[in-house]
Structures are given as C-alpha cells and as structure tokens.
C-alpha cells in the first residue's frame, strides 16, 4: 500500500528551463514533507521540507509547494542545471515513521 | 565521523545464510532508522530506534529479521536464513531531533543469490 506515490520515473529538462517534480499522497494526518535527491551508490541527501501547516517554502533554485486539498506536494527548480540530474524522493510524515515515494530520475541536458 | 557509515557496502551470501551489515550514525543522533530498496520499490520503513525507547519494529518484513542498537550508536541489522527476496539496498540514517530530514548512509547492496 504505497500512501506516497510519485508517478513519473523519469523528467528529462533542458538546462535553464525549470523541473517540476511531483509526489501525491493518501493519508491526510501526514504532517511534514520532505525532498531528498539521491546520486548513483550514495545515500539520499536531505533537500527541502515543509510542514503541513504551510503551503510553500523556497530554498535558493528550490521550492516546495504543499496542496492539502489535493493531497499533492511538488518540488520547483529553476533554473536547472545539469548537476541537479539524480533521483528524487518525495517523503512524507506520521509519527514517528517516513513514508517515500518511488523516485523520480532528473535529466538536466546541457 | 562526519556522516553515517555503513559496512559492507556491498554483500554477496548464498541463500540460507545469515547475515549482519552494520551502521556507524553520526556521534550524537539520538534518532536511527533502517530502510530497504529493491529494484523498483520505494525506501521500505524497516526499524526505528530512538534514544533508550523500545524500537520501533513494525517494518521488519519477518522474524527472520532482528536489529540492535548497542550503546545508544552503532546499529546491526541481522537477516537469518536469507532469501532471494531479501536482495535489496539497505539504508541506515540517524537524525539529531527526530523533527527533521535526517542523514542517510551510502547504504549495504545485499544480493543473495
């Protein structure tokens, strides 16, 4: 039963353009969300989050949005550069357990 | 150390034989968890452990499955009598407050063949 989906495993964008990756959820007592972005043979790396009570939060080229209605988290980078091409994994809270997504693999094409 | 280490990285054992793969967290997280990735699957919850609590096993897959936490720091994930199933990469992260992201490992790639 996956509650933290990400339907696209793969985004391909050009450099400069923006990526938008997307994550969707089910269970609304979810209450803190997080990006990680993941390199080949290394651990993931911790991005971005945002707590449920707010519905944006921007960190430099990133930025998260949080649509509770819709139950839909995404991540904004712009512009991308070919360095931000890795995998990246949407997660999210309950308790005291994190639930992730699937991953996404990011192309930026120079 | 400055980031969470994870020995071996990768594990080969034929199946039916147990293994153990090992997490240093980063010196003063209180908050260690251990997720898995298989092919195509999203990190998989396995075992939290925080501070001197009782763990949280409610991931493990089977009884076949057993962590430790000694001393409040370095972790064991333990599998008894592995499978083909079992393959999959094995990721330890600890966390300072438990709130927040937390840091990962470089992770084990456990193939049991």
């Known amino acids: 039963d996956q509650q933290v989906k990400q339907n696209s495993p793969s985004l391909s964008v050009q450099e400069g353009r923006i990526s938008i990756l997307n994550c969707d959820y089910t269970n609304s007592m979810f209450d803190y969300f997080l990006w990680y972005k993941k390199y080949p043979a290394e651990g993931p790396t911790f991005l971005i989050s945002?707590?449920?009570?707010?519905d944006k939060n921007e960190d430099g080229r990133f930025t998260v949005f949080l649509n509770k209605s819709a139950k839909h988290l995404s991540l904004h980078i712009v512009p991308s550069q070919p360095g931000d091409s890795a995998v990246y994994f949407c997660?999210?809270?309950?308790?005291?357990?994190?639930?992730f997504g699937t991953g996404t693999s990011l192309t930026v094409i120079p | 150390g400055a980031g969470v280490s994870q020995s071996p990285s990768n594990k080969v054992t034929e199946k039916g034989k147990d293994v153990e793969l090992r997490c240093d967290p980063i010196s003063g997280h209180t908050a260690l968890y251990w997720y898995r990735q298989s092919l195509g699957q999203g990190l998989e919850f396995l075992i939290y452990f925080q501070g001197n609590s009782a763990p949280d096993k409610s991931g493990l897959p089977s009884d076949r499955f057993s962590a430790e936490r000694t001393g409040g720091s370095v972790s064991t994930l333990t599998i008894q009598r592995t499978q083909q199933e079992d393959s999959a990469v094995y990721l330890c992260?600890?966390?300072?407050?438990?709130?927040?992201?937390?840091?990962f490992g470089s992770g084990t790639r456990l193939t049991v063949v």
């Open positions: 945002i707590s449920s009570i707010k």
């Open positions: 997660a999210a809270r309950f308790g005291n357990q994190f639930y």
């Open positions: 992260a600890s966390s300072l407050t438990d709130l927040y992201g937390y840091t």
